[in-house]
């Protein structure tokens, strides 16, 4: 049962262009959620995160979007840079001892 | 931000031996160390969930007598995965948090595992 899901394995964008990478989750229970960036080989780093109470939470260029009610969530990367390249997942945590639960991910591309 | 140091990177071993990974928290405390497993191109799997002094909580599916957990202390975890096998082969990754349960998760840099 994946609660978390990015539908879109992949995404492949132009630089100074909009990224806009979906998350979806199944889970009400879910009050919290975070963006987290990976590269290969590596732990991921934290990006972003949102509670439930907001709709919106914008640090620099990183813009994440939460509608409750479709419980869904997006993040906007603008202007994106190639350096973003890296796979983003997002992840959601509720009443659950404080995990979080992580969806598949998507590799964004930046392309120069 | 807060430092999550986690070694080895990388480990090959045969199969049948056991693996230990350390998991530190170098700046704070972590009440809390999560323990995932991520196999290639799919997600980051929670495997079980440790609070210092205590014994750790394992998910659904993740057998707790072979990936032991210890969380002796506040600043260490470590994840011994015993009589490695080849699909033991994966990308392991702590997390830590401190006391507030809705602190953002810091990660480990992972630690290759290959067992031949």
């Known amino acids: 049962d994946q609660q978390v899901k990015q539908n879109s394995p992949s995404l492949s964008v132009q630089e100074g262009r909009i990224s806009i990478l979906n998350c979806d989750y199944t889970?009400?229970?879910?009050?919290?959620f975070l963006w987290y960036k990976k590269y290969p080989a590596e732990g991921p780093t934290f990006l972003i995160s949102?509670?439930?109470?907001?709709d919106k939470n914008e640090d620099g260029r990183f813009t994440v979007f939460l509608n409750k009610s479709a419980k869904h969530l997006s993040l906007h990367i603008v202007p994106s840079q190639p350096g973003d390249s890296a796979v983003y997942f997002c992840?959601?945590?509720?009443?659950?001892?404080?995990?979080?639960?992580f969806g598949q991910g998507t590799e964004l591309s930046v392309k120069p | 931000g807060a430092v999550v140091s986690q070694h080895p990177s990388w480990v090959i071993c045969k199969s049948g031996t056991s693996v230990k990974i350390e998991c530190r928290s170098l700046?704070?405390?972590?009440?809390?160390m999560f323990w995932y497993r991520q196999f290639p191109k799919q997600s980051l799997m929670l495997m079980a969930t440790?609070?210092?002094?205590?014994?750790?909580?394992?998910e659904q599916g993740v057998e707790k007598d072979k990936f032991l957990i210890n969380h002796a202390s506040l600043t260490l975890s470590t994840l011994t995965v015993t009589s490695a096998h080849p699909e033991d082969s994966s990308f392991y990754i702590c997390?830590?948090?401190?006391?507030?349960?809705?602190?953002?998760?810091?990660f480990g840099s992972g630690t290759q595992l290959s067992v031949l």
């Open positions: 992840a959601a945590s509720g009443n659950q001892g404080g995990k979080l639960i």
């Open positions: 700046d704070f405390q972590a009440t809390t």
């Open positions: 949102i509670s439930s109470i907001k």
């Open positions: 889970n009400s229970m879910f009050d919290y």
């Open positions: 997390s830590a948090r401190g006391e507030l349960v809705r602190e953002k998760l810091f």
């Open positions: 440790s609070n210092e002094g205590s014994k750790a909580t394992y």
